[in-house]
């Protein structure tokens, strides 16, 4: 019988770097060997996924700071509601004659004409009150001196500086009456008069009457 036949092992072809080259059908003997396993993930790769994250967030928190920021700096810039406007004083009731009795405890006469009545307040908050009135000479002396008020009588007239305060502009051909005194049935109230006379027989009474401590 022949003899058995040997068949020779050829040892794989080592490219050189020692890389492994398989014989393919139709391939290049010199191509290194495929991997076929799937791409392993690093350490790296995670750590720039987390820094992605983080960066992220700290773009959408500062957003939200900045929208905070604007938010509160157009409240401000509104500024608190103004105070409201404050309820206007009652009107005073009654006729000028019983308001001016009620607040100075003096009764203008009977005879009076043209009565005025004006009514404020001080620079500390007092009250305080204003009138004027003509009547004939003697119902003026008589009202001035009612009441215990004290009567100095001044024949050179009123200075400039009684005119400009009782705003008495009337010429007075005998001087110049004032009357002084404080009620303290009224509030205390401190009551000041000056009376002028225009004529021999008329008088123009002029009264400031404020509340006193």
């Keep these: 019988p022949p003899p058995p036949r040997h068949t020779p092992r050829h040892p794989t072809p080592r490219t050189p770097g020692g890389r492994t080259t398989v014989r ?3 391939g290049d003997p010199t191509a ?9 993930r690093t350490s790296g790769g995670r ?4 820094t992605r994250s983080r960066r992220s967030a700290t773009r959408a928190g500062t957003a ?9 700096a157009a409240l401000t810039a509104c500024g608190p509601d103004p105070d409201p406007t404050p309820a206007p004083e009652p009107s005073p009731t009654g006729s000028p004659v019983e308001r001016l009795a009620d607040f100075t405890g003096l009764t203008p006469p009977e005879t009076a004409e043209d009565i005025d009545v004006t009514e404020d307040t001080t620079g500390d908050d007092r009250r305080r009150m204003t009138a004027s009135f003509r009547t004939d000479r003697a119902a003026a002396d008589a ?4 009441d215990g008020l004290d009567v100095y009588h001044d024949p050179e ?3 400039e500086e009684e005119r400009e305060a009782f705003a008495a502009g009337a010429d007075t051909v005998d ?5 002084r005194g404080i009620s303290a049935e009224a509030g205390p109230v401190q009551r000041e008069i000056l009376v002028l006379y225009p004529e021999d027989d008329h008088a123009s009474v ?3 009457a404020y509340e006193y401590d």
């Design 64 to 72: 939200a700071a900045v929208l905070l920021a604007l938010a509160a």
């Design 206 to 208: 002029h009264v400031i």
């Design 24 to 26: 393919t059908p139709g």
């Design 32 to 40: 290194p060997a495929s991997d076929d396993r799937p791409p392993t």
């Design 175 to 179: 001087g110049a009456t004032t009357c």
């Design 157 to 159: 007239g009123p200075t």
């Design 47 to 50: 750590t720039a996924a987390r």
């Design 143 to 146: 009202f001035c001196a009612a």
